[in-house]
């Protein structure tokens, strides 16, 4: 064949070849511009587009007067593309001593080939500082080719207590990602939690392509919430309790403080306590709330429901007789007074002061099961309170259907039926509030963004025992913090105080039995103008378990404070109690018999 020929042959091969890459360019071409042109913008658009998350700050948790308990503050998360790491051996050795983790650890978050690692959370804008500069001298060192890349930062929020163990088990903490684990923070996520916001841009793999399409959400910081808590109040009773933990060995010791005619609870104290900007280092069993969560039978501080249903059905008055032996035998049951005594000759009063069960089961036989039964009810014990707390049990008062033979006399001095600390609180709340019982709320408000606040709707409030008997049994509960009663530890000079102690047996669901006491002294102060209801609440003391001695003096302490802090004027009123015993209401009678003689006269 001829060199000619050949030659034609190549070019007419080469135009075939170009035609035909030509047509596969044209059809590919109409492919994308015309038949999949939606489908490839669409693609293009997706591999173009990166969105970031901007992080939304948490509302902040304060007391009644402004005072940050709980915050957000701006922090910094470290974080890797670990294929863009070089040397990780190298960068870990680098970077774990800035960040206060190991070598081994820091490098386990290096190496692999995700293009998003978390490394460090929260660190501080120093320590972020201090990473640049110690890769950037590395890299200043060596070969262009062993540089060490990858590290970057991302902003965001960490949740702060600046008061640290202040009302830790109240507030609760936040979890690592975001939400309230506990507390406050978990019951009100729903209105702390902001919105996070999203910016939307176009990057060729790096930053933001200039004059490219950018969508930008703003975040939705969350609302703040206002508590009725008193932080000075608060740190006062958890100073007390906290003392009271470590003297009698208990497995917690609780405080509440309530205004009896708002409601508003003042303090609510744990002790043990916790500091909630470290709680992934804290034992399960210190994150409870005692006060709200823990249920147990309330002993001799329930006898003041007793005593109020049988004044308000007028069955008794403060200065009836009651012979009282030290034991009493129902429905085939044995029940003892705390210690062995002679028949006393006790009026009702004596009978609260003294705190005799044998007297208060006599008092409660003058009524009928069913009338004890509706006072407490009404009291709101078997009653959920609804601080909006997590787990807030309604405590046990079983129906008068299933009460046995010993359930009544039981009942009427304060065992066979559970409260929670802040019932009981309620119940004495409710006495020194003139018989009108305001629901115990923690929430005083909320405030946006903006700093408009709008207040909480106002609690629910019944009435369950008149203004008079409730002045009447006010006086009575006087005489157990005078000579004689079972609370002198609780009384404060020159202010009136009336409250009641408590020492029960405490039922162990572990074993079926009772095993332990709960002792506990609620009362209130001033008694003739009350202004603060608190308890105290030990459980399971080692060693001495009487309410009195151990609740009395954190009351007395704790309430001198608060009446100081509130600039509460002394007791104006003169005290004049109700005899105790025939002998003083003997002596009472004779007096009066004595200014009416004198009087005709």
Not at 113 to 139: G, L
Not at 381 to 404: D, F, T
Request: include cysteine; glycine fraction near 8%.
């Amino acid at each position: 064949m001829s060199p000619l020929r050949v030659a034609q042959g190549r070019l007419r091969a080469a135009l075939l070849i170009i035609a035909l890459l030509f047509v596969t360019f044209f059809l590919r071409l109409i492919d994308v511009q015309a038949v999949n042109a939606q489908e490839y913008a669409e693609r293009a658009t997706r591999e173009l587009t990166r969105t970031a998350t901007l992080p939304a700050p948490r509302g902040e948790i304060t007391d009644r007067n402004g005072n940050v308990l709980a915050r957000s503050i701006e922090s910094i998360d470290l974080v890797v593309d670990q294929t863009l790491i070089n040397r990780p051996d190298r960068a870990a050795e680098i970077v774990a001593p800035i960040i206060g983790e190991s070598i081994s650890y820091v490098k386990s978050r290096l190496v692999g080939t995700r293009k998003f690692v978390y490394v460090a959370r929260d660190i501080t804008p120093a320590q972020w500082k201090s990473v640049k500069a110690a890769i950037a001298n590395e890299n200043g060192q060596g070969k262009l080719s062993e540089r060490i890349g990858g590290f970057f930062s991302e902003r965001g929020f960490q949740r702060d207590y600046p008061e640290k163990y202040l009302a830790a088990s109240l507030l609760g903490f936040v979890n690592s990602a975001g939400v309230g684990g506990g507390g406050m923070e978990a019951s009100l996520n729903h209105v702390l939690a902001g919105t996070d916001g999203v910016f939307t841009y176009e990057s060729g793999g790096g930053p933001s392509i200039p004059s490219s399409r950018q969508v930008l959400v703003p975040p939705q910081p969350g609302k703040s919430v206002r508590l009725t808590i008193d932080r000075d109040l608060q740190w006062a009773a958890e100073d007390a309790i906290t003392a009271l933990a470590k003297q009698t060995k208990a497995s917690s010791v609780s405080a509440v403080i309530m205004d009896p005619a708002t409601g508003e609870i003042l303090a609510l104290a744990t002790a043990p306590g916790f500091d909630p900007n470290n709680f992934s280092q804290t034992k399960a069993s210190l994150l409870k709330i005692p006060s709200v969560q823990d249920v147990y039978e309330p002993g001799s501080t329930g006898k003041v429901m007793t005593m109020a249903a049988a004044l308000e059905e007028k069955v008794v008055t403060p200065t009836t007789l009651f012979k009282t032996p030290d034991k009493i035998k129902r429905a085939g049951k044995t029940f003892n007074d705390h210690d062995k005594h002679p028949v006393w000759k006790l009026t009702a009063t004596g009978v609260l002061a003294k705190s005799s069960n044998v007297g208060t089961i006599k008092i409660s036989e003058r009524m009928s099961e069913n009338t004890l039964y509706s006072y407490l009810r009404n009291f709101g014990i078997g009653e959920r309170v609804k601080l909006g707390l997590p787990a807030e049990p309604a405590g046990i008062l079983n129906p008068v259907e299933k009460w046995s033979g010993s359930t009544f006399p039981t009942v009427s001095f304060g065992q066979s039926y559970s409260v929670t600390a802040i019932q009981a609180t309620s119940v004495f709340a409710t006495i020194a509030n003139s018989g009108l019982r305001v629901t115990p709320t923690l929430v005083a408000g909320t405030s946006d963004s903006s700093g408009h606040y709008t207040s909480a709707p106002r609690p629910e409030s019944r009435r369950v025992i008149s203004q008079d008997v409730a002045k009447e049994l006010s006086v009575m509960m006087e005489s157990v913090v005078q000579e004689g009663g079972t609370a002198v530890r609780a009384a404060i000079p020159g202010y009136r105080v009336a409250g009641k102690t408590g020492t029960a047996q405490r039922y162990d669901s572990n074993c079926g039995c009772y095993r332990g006491y709960t002792a506990s002294f609620i009362g209130f102060a001033p008694a003739d103008k009350p202004r603060f209801a608190m308890s105290v609440t030990v459980q399971n003391p080692v060693g001495i378990h009487w309410g009195g001695y151990l609740g009395g003096p954190v009351f007395k302490s704790v309430i001198s404070y608060a009446l100081k802090s509130y600039r509460v004027p002394p007791t104006g009123q003169e005290f004049i109690p109700f005899p105790l015993d025939k002998r003083g209401l003997d002596t009472l009678n004779k007096e009066a018999k004595v200014a009416t003689a004198s009087a005709k006269r």
